[in-house]
């Protein structure tokens, strides 16, 4: 893989960055700082659709390399479950979802020279009950922190997660099938493709 940057990612998301590097891509970090409030009548779609096109937009401005952003979020009986406040939150979320399936929802944007192109995925998630004294421990690890959800599925969390039905990855945070179409589409190379 080359070291040099090929791509803006409007993140500081490291599971972003790394599931890109393991498709050949490097990145140069453009973190976006956005109002990531819902709007009215917004369906969890749109919501984290327009949250990864204004993140490439904001990651964008000024420069030259096609720009990625990116947004996932859980959705349980149509409530979106993004990052925990606390962890009173964050138990409440797992509470949520212990036992049942969810979506997870997971929405590229990538602005270049064909312009925008977009795309969102979904992914049914299927949990196992999760007990209190569990998700105690699961909190004091400090990884559902930052996490949509609350909990990490490519780390501690994934003992609770019985299968999943569509992208591994997007779960993580990235859809790299998809991903992986919209940055070639752009003139972004990646680990497979012959100079």
């Known amino acids: 893989m080359n070291d040099a940057p090929v791509l803006r ?9 790394e599931l890109l590097a393991s498709i050949g891509v490097s990145v140069e970090l453009a973190p976006a700082d956005i109002d990531e409030s819902r709007g009215e009548g917004e369906s969890p779609e749109q919501f984290v659709s327009r949250l990864a096109r204004e993140k490439a937009e904001a990651g964008h401005r000024g420069s030259t390399r096609p720009t990625l952003g990116a947004d996932t979020v859980v959705v349980c009986d149509g409530a979106i479950f993004g990052k925990p406040r606390d962890e009173a939150h964050a138990r409440e979320m797992l509470t949520a979802l ?5 979506l997870v929802l997971s929405a590229v ?5 064909q312009g925008l192109r977009e795309c969102w995925v979904a992914t049914q998630v299927f949990m196992r009950r999760i007990d209190e ?8 690890t400090g ?8 909990y990490a599925v490519q780390g501690r969390a994934a003992i609770f997660v019985e ?5 591994y990855s997007a779960v993580v945070g990235l859809p790299l099938y998809e991903t992986a ?6 003139g972004v ?7």
């Open 163 to 167: 299968r999943l039905e569509g992208s």
């Open 9 to 17: 990612l409007a993140s500081a998301s490291p599971r972003r960055r």
């Open 98 to 102: 212990s036992g049942r399936e969810h």
């Open 133 to 140: 004294a569990e998700m105690a421990a699961y909190w004091s």
């Open 189 to 195: 190379a990646l680990w497979n493709d012959v100079p």
């Open 181 to 186: 179409s919209l940055l070639r589409a752009q």
């Open 109 to 113: 944007a990538v602005i270049g020279a």
């Open 143 to 150: 990884e559902p922190a930052d996490k949509a959800g609350g």
